[in-house]
Every structure is written in structure tokens, then in C-alpha cells.
């Protein structure tokens, strides 16, 4: 084995030690060893010109590494409070570099500097490191090679629906002919549009850099943290903003597609969509830390999509598309090989009723919130109230839930729960408006959801409330219950079934999603922010220092940038699923808002 082969091997046995960088417009991800392996261009739905993370059967490539000769090891951190990646690479004759990794964003002419762009600054620490600068963009999924040129300092590739061009001062037959050299001063290297940079490559890498280290800064400077577990909220944070594709407002559930939930499981799903459920939550999330901007710019992508009656789908494309046709791309075998790897998703065409007490709630600070510029008015009630009517209308209606049950449909009590919330809030933002007759309206409908919810999900003999009005068993978004305010957190029935899931549900420091086999058998892994949920539930319930204790070894578990994948392995902690998963870091950070000692009781 080559050293460049040895290089790939290490990294493909990293797994999902990953870093991320983005802006608002795309992301990529980032291996140990500064190698990009993942990022769809021109946003997170287009083709994946970086795809060497999910293993391209039929070409080299799929990437964008800068290799050290003699490679030894590598540290790799975000600097503080921002999304710039650092990682110094060591050889084994004493030299050593730093790469530093970032998307530009900042503030400009009154709107956000966001491009399609990746910018790399590569530094000699010390010694003479030799290296190799490798840029292998692929296309189709990885199915050809682009076509491409080059110039006196740029290389261009052309992609399916974008011209990517990179400019550098490292000589461009070095990229081209992959030739090693000796790093003797910075280089500089920015991939973006097929426009030429009209200034100094080194003027500008190190604007762009100032700039956005001083944004990140800036926007964490203002985020309302809990006064423990400080920097797992803030990467936590830092990581869904990253998350929001800023053209529509539309949130994504991962940055990925394919990383099975559980090794060879055929648990693989596209991921790079607006599922309105979990974007709701990112929204709720950000608004605990005081990020109300997210809410804004959703709201504006849930507004884009609303159909004439109000009706919503479960999710939908960043660029507001319904049909999100789901097939197998043979052009890559996987991630480590374990296909398939999906693009699209069926869930589209799915029924999901508790999509509508999502938004709703996501909506409801909208109403209260004094510090917006923009806040909820009559209009905007108005069309939250379709919502509601739909809400209403669906909750005894059989559904596939929010764990997307592809063979089975029943009356999911998440799913009831929801509705209710949906109508509750509005009968709350009825009266926040002084609109009486919509809160007599409205506090109607809730009250007749809650009661019979309560009357069909509550199972006496075994204890505990039941996952559905048809069935008996368990699923974790039953310790949502008291976070959205249907039963209250003391009452012995939710007490009773989040005690019950402890038993059932519960395997070591992990929490499984459901343990009834479903239409590809039974869950392997742990669902990450289940494992939050039942956290923040004991606390509820008064266990706080078991959950504390609980909420510690979770955080170990997260890789060492500090993100979290959709899943974990029971026994060694390993991160599956798609990633970095939006779901994992909301659970995070509201179980850190929860369990942290008070601000007053550090003075």
C-alpha cells in the first residue's frame, strides 16, 4: 500500500470523525487529516462533487486533501466560538503545518456575504513538510470525471448545474499533476464560482478569515447559554445554524445521505431535506438560546410552501419541491461500503399529522416575542389557523408517524398529542391577540383532543401511556408529553411511563427509539436524541442527579469536535446515521437548558 492509499485508509477508518464548515448557502465536511469527503454543490441537495465519504466505485477521488509525505499524526479543533476548522498535520521528521478550513460569511452591504465558496489557508509550522495538494471533484454522484481546464492560477470543473473553480497560489501543475513539494511559506487555496478574484489571493483569505471569525464571535456573543456544558451548547448551536439553507429559510434534518443508522442494516436514507418536524425543533431550540433569526426565515419557507388549504406533507425539498422521488445510486458503494446509497425520499408521500402542531408551535413566539422586529399579527394567526383545522381534523386519523413506519399506519398518541398542541397554541395566541372568539374556539377543539387522547392512549394494566390508540407498546416521543405541556410533568400516569421506558426502552446509556421490529426488523442502535429526551424526562420527574450523571456520558460519546450523528452504538458509543444530525443537537442543547445550575448561583 502506497502512502496515499495508506492516507485514504485512515481516513475511511475515522468514520464519522468529521468536521463541519459551512455558511447559510452549502456545507462540507471535513476527516481528521483535512480532507474533504463530503459537500453538494451549489447547497445541500445538489450533486456531491465531494463524495469520498460514501466510497465511489468506478473513479479515484470524490475529494479535496492536502497530503503530508511521512504523515505521523494530526490535532484537529474549531477555533473557539466559530465554524473555522483547525488542523495541524505532523510528519515523522519533525515537520508540521496548519490547515485552516472555513466557508466565508459576514455581514456586507446590509445583507450576509455567503458564497458557494471554501477557502483553505495551509501554513509551515515548523520543518520542511512535504506535500501533495489533491483536488478530485466528481460528478453524477460520483458516476464521471468533470471536465476540466486550468489557467496560469486557477483549475476549473464542470459539474452538472455548477462551474467550480479553484484559484490558488500553489503552482496550478502541482494540483493538476498531483506533484509533491515542500511547503516553505502559506499558500492559500479558494474553491467557489467560475469568477476570478480581481484582488491578492493572500489579501483576501485573510479578510474572509477576520471577517467571519469576527461573525461567529459576534453571533455567539449573544446567544443565551446555560452557565454549564458551555461549549457542547455553543458547537451544538453553531452546528444547526449551519443547517439553514438561507435562499428559502428551509432547515435540514442532516448534511448527508446513506450513513446507516446500524452497520449493514440497509438503514440508509437521504437526509438533505426540510422535514418540517425536526426544523420546528431546531427553531425551538435556537429560540431557547435566543437565535430568533431561524424562526424568521422558516416561518418565510413554511409560508412559501402552504398550499390553498393548508395542507403540509412531512417534509420538502430546500427549494420548496414536493416530489422528492427516492432511488438507489449505483455509483456508490456506501459508506464503508454498506450500501445502499439512497437519493430522494419516500417519506414525501407519507402521512404525518403531528407536522401541523409542529409548525404551529414553532410559531407560537412569534406572538409573544417583543424583541422581533416583525412580530405575529392577525394576518399571520390567520394562516396558522389552517394548520389548526387540519390538525383538528386528522388527530383519530391513522398516520405513519414520526419514526416514518413504511408498513403499518395507526393513530399514533405523539401524533394526537400534537394536534392538540397545534390548537392550544392557537387558542394561547388567540387571547395574546385579543381575538375571544377564537380563543372559545379553539380551546374547544383542544379540549376535546386531550380528553380523548387521554382516554385511548392510557393503558391501566401495564401503567403507561401506549405509542398509538391501537397498540400497547412503547416509543420515546411519549417523554414528550410534558415538554409540549399535555400532561403535566408530576402527573403519576407520565411519571409512571417514563419510568417504564427506563425499563423497556433503555439499554445501557442509550434509548431505543421502539424495540418492536418494524419493516427491517429490529433497531440496533440507539436514537440519539431519544437518549436527550429521556434525559431531560428525569429531570422532569425529579431524578436530576441520575439524569446529570446520564447527560455527562452521553456528551463523551460525541466525537472530538463535539457532533453528533443521528445514532449510537450500545456497546462502544460509534456514531451511525446521517450526520451532523440536526435532531441530536436540539436534544443536546435543551437538556443542558434544563439540568445547568443557574447563572445566579456561579456569583
Known sequence: MNAHDAQRSDAADSGLELG?????????????????????????????????????????????????????????????????????????????????????????????????????????????????????????????????????????????????????????????EGLPFVLTHRMHLVLGPDEPLARSIDGYVEEALGRTLDYWREWVRYLSIPLEWQDAVIRSAITLKLCQYEDSGAIIAAMTTSIPEAPGSSRNWDYRYCWLRDAAFVVRALN???????????????FNLATHDGSLQPLYGIDFGARLEEHEVESLSGYRGMGPVRRGNLAWIQKQHDVYGSVVLASTQLFFDQRLADPGDAGTFSRL???????????????????????????????????????????????????????????????????????????????????SFQSDYLDASLLLLADIGFVPSDDPRYVATVEAIGRELRHGDGVFRYVAPDDFGAPETSFTICTFWYIDALAAIGRRDEARALFERVLARRNRLGLLSEDMAFEDGEGWGNFPQTYSHVGLINAAMRLSRSWQEAS
Not at 431557547?288 to 413554511?302: D, K, N, P, Q, V
Open 20 to 176: 463541519v464548515i459551512g455558511n447559510g448557502s452549502f456545507g462540507a465536511l471535513v476527516d481528521p487529516r483535512g480532507r474533504i469527503v463530503w459537500g453538494c454543490l451549489p447547497a445541500f441537495d445538489g450533486d456531491p462533487a465531494f463524495c469520498a465519504l460514501l466510497s465511489p466505485r468506478h473513479h479515484e477521488g470524490g475529494d479535496f486533501g492536502i497530503e503530508l509525505e511521512d504523515f505521523a499524526h494530526a490535532e484537529q479543533a474549531y477555533i473557539a466560538n466559530t465554524a473555522v476548522l483547525r488542523t495541524v498535520l505532523h510528519d515523522t521528521r519533525g515537520g508540521s503545518l496548519e490547515l485552516l478550513d472555513f466557508a466565508p460569511r459576514w455581514r456586507r452591504h446590509g445583507r450576509f456575504y455567503r458564497p458557494v465558496s471554501i477557502i483553505r489557508r495551509i501554513t509551515p509550522l515548523t520543518g520542511n513538510p512535504r506535500i501533495r495538494v489533491l483536488a478530485r471533484p466528481l460528478a453524477d454522484w460520483g458516476a464521471r470525471v468533470p471536465e476540466h481546464s486550468w489557467g496560469s492560477n486557477h483549475v476549473r470543473w464542470l459539474l452538472p448545474a455548477f462551474t467550480l473553480r479553484l484559484t490558488t497560489d500553489v503552482p496550478v501543475r502541482y494540483i493538476r
Open 288 to 302: 431557547r438560546l435566543g437565535a430568533t433569526r431561524s424562526m424568521e426565515e422558516f416561518l418565510r419557507y413554511i
Open 385 to 467: 389557523e389552517l394548520l389548526g383545522e387540519h390538525a383538528f381534523a386528522l388527530f383519530e386519523v391513522p398516520d405513519a408517524g414520526l419514526w416514518e413506519f413504511r408498513g403499518r399506519a395507526e393513530v399514533h398518541t405523539y401524533t394526537a398529542a400534537m394536534c392538540w398542541a397545534a390548537c392550544d397554541r392557537l387558542a394561547k395566541i388567540a387571547s395574546r391577540l385579543g381575538l375571544e372568539d377564537r380563543v372559545a374556539h379553539w380551546r374547544e377543539r383542544a379540549d376535546r383532543i386531550h380528553a380523548t387522547t387521554l382516554a385511548r392512549a392510557w393503558r391501566a394494566d401495564a401503567n403507561h401511556f401506549s405509542a
